[in-house]
């Protein structure tokens, strides 16, 4: 049964910085592509960012472009979001989730796992 664990989140002021972890355990962890996604009251998930499976690739979406960056690192089962520069608009629940593909993916139903989301809040 493949687990993902996310982490990090927290209240934060705005302007400032925040690093979500997300660790994958059940399977090879350099098998799968991973991508963040959040979800803010009364509204739909939205996709955040992802990276293939090798981390050669990445995808922000135009919302957190220069703010957030998606890492990973195989050897220890996790990928990261570095999230700077936050706005009041970023406050949401933070999911990370898991493709079994090499590429990454954007949309929720291309996503296989998925972890129990973590909350962010940016007060201003």
């Known amino acids: 049964q493949v687990q993902l664990v996310e982490s990090g989140g927290g209240l934060v002021q705005a302007g400032g910085s925040l690093r979500l972890s997300c660790a994958i355990s059940?399977?090879?962890?350099?098998?799968?592509?991973m991508g963040w996604f959040r979800q803010a009251p009364g509204k739909e998930r939205e996709f955040v960012g992802a990276?293939?499976?090798?981390?050669?690739?990445?995808y922000d979406a135009d919302s957190v472009k220069g703010r957030f960056t998606i890492s990973r690192d195989n050897a220890k089962n996790t990928v990261y979001l570095q999230m700077n520069n936050l706005k009041p608009e970023d406050t949401a629940v933070y999911y990370c989730?898991?493709?079994?593909?090499?590429?990454?993916?954007?949309?929720?139903?291309?996503?296989?796992?998925w972890g129990q989301g973590t909350q962010v809040t940016v007060s201003s």
């Open positions: 059940g399977r090879t962890f350099s098998s799968y592509a």
């Open positions: 989730a898991a493709a079994a593909s090499y590429y990454w993916k954007s949309y929720p139903d291309e996503y296989d796992y």
């Open positions: 990276i293939s499976r090798s981390g050669g690739t990445t």
